[in-house]
C-alpha cells in the first residue's frame, strides 16, 4: 500500500513547449504533496508544496508562473513546466504523506529533457 | 529540523555488512531519524526509521547510540542492488505534514 504514481517517467520536449507531468496518490488521500528537483549528482531540492483546494506554496527562488501546480483532487497533483528552456532538465520528483504514517511515499520521479 | 552529516561516499564488498553512520548532535527529543535511499534514476524509497530503541526490518537495521547524536544503518548483507544514495533524515513527530529536508547522503558502491 501507499504508493505515489508519477508519469510520465520521462518526457523530451522541444525548447519553448510546455509539459504536464502528474503525481498520483494510488491508495490514500493526499491533502498536501511536494514537489522536488534534482540536478545531475546533487540532492533533492525542494520546489513547491502542493496543497489540495488552495495555491502551492513555492520556495524561495522558484518561479511559480514557470512551474505551474494544480492540486484539484486529493489523489492528483500536476506539475506543469511552462515555455520549457534546457534548464530546466531535470528529474522531477514528487512526493506524498500516507495517513497514519510519519514517512513519505515517493514518486518515480519524470526525467524531463528539454531540446 | 536538525542537521545531519553523512560521508559523501562509502564502498562495500558484495555480501559484506556495510555500516552507515550519521552524526546529528543537535537532535531533539521529538525528532525521529529516517532513513531514505535513492537508487539510480528513481525516486527515494523508505528504508527505516526509529527513535531512541534500535529497529529492524527486512531491509536493514538502524543502531542508535544511547545520547541519539548519531545512528548508523546497517546493511546486513550488501547485494549489487544496494548501490544507492542514502539519506538519513531527522523529522519532528509534531512536524506531520512537513517536507522533507534531503542533505548530500552517502553514495554507497557495491563491488562484486
Known amino acids: 500500500g501507499a504508493v505515489v504514481s508519477q508519469h510520465p517517467s520521462w518526457v523530451i520536449c522541444k525548447s519553448g513547449t510546455s509539459v504536464k507531468i502528474e503525481c498520483r496518490s494510488l491508495d490514500f488521500q493526499a491533502t498536501t504533496m511536494f514537489w522536488y528537483r534534482q540536478f545531475p549528482k546533487q540532492s533533492l531540492m525542494l520546489m513547491a508544496t502542493?496543497?489540495?483546494?488552495?495555491?502551492?506554496?513555492?520556495e524561495q527562488g522558484v518561479e511559480k508562473d514557470k512551474f505551474l501546480i494544480n492540486h484539484a483532487s486529493l489523489t492528483l497533483s500536476t506539475l506543469t513546466v511552462t515555455s520549457a528552456h534546457p534548464e530546466d532538465s531535470s528529474f522531477y520528483i514528487c512526493?506524498?504523506?500516507?495517513?497514519?504514517?510519519?514517512?513519505?511515499?515517493f514518486g518515480s520521479g519524470t526525467r524531463l529533457t528539454v531540446v | 529540523d536538525a542537521k545531519t552529516t553523512q560521508p559523501n561516499s562509502m564502498e562495500s564488498n558484495e555480501e559484506e555488512p556495510v555500516h552507515l553512520p550519521c552524526n546529528h548532535s543537535?537532535?531533539?527529543?521529538?525528532?525521529?531519524i529516517h532513513w531514505y535511499r535513492q537508487l539510480p534514476s528513481q525516486g527515494p524509497e523508505y528504508v527505516i526509521h526509529?527513535?531512541?530503541s534500535n529497529v529492524n526490518n527486512r531491509m536493514a537495521s538502524l543502531a542508535i547510540a544511547e545520547d541519539r547524536k548519531s545512528s548508523t544503518l546497517i546493511l546486513h548483507r550488501a547485494t549489487l542492488r544496494d548501490a544507492a544514495v542514502y539519506y538519513c533524515?531527522?523529522?519532528?513527530?509534531?512536524?506531520?505534514?512537513?517536507?522533507?529536508?534531503f542533505g548530500p547522503g552517502t553514495r554507497l558502491s557495491v563491488l562484486p
Open positions: 533524515i531527522l523529522r519532528a513527530s509534531d512536524n506531520y505534514g512537513q517536507n522533507f529536508v
Open positions: 502542493s496543497n489540495e483546494g488552495s495555491k502551492a506554496t513555492y
Open positions: 526509529g527513535l531512541t
Open positions: 512526493s506524498a504523506t500516507p495517513p497514519a504514517r510519519y514517512g513519505y511515499t
Open positions: 543537535t537532535i531533539s527529543g521529538t525528532d525521529y
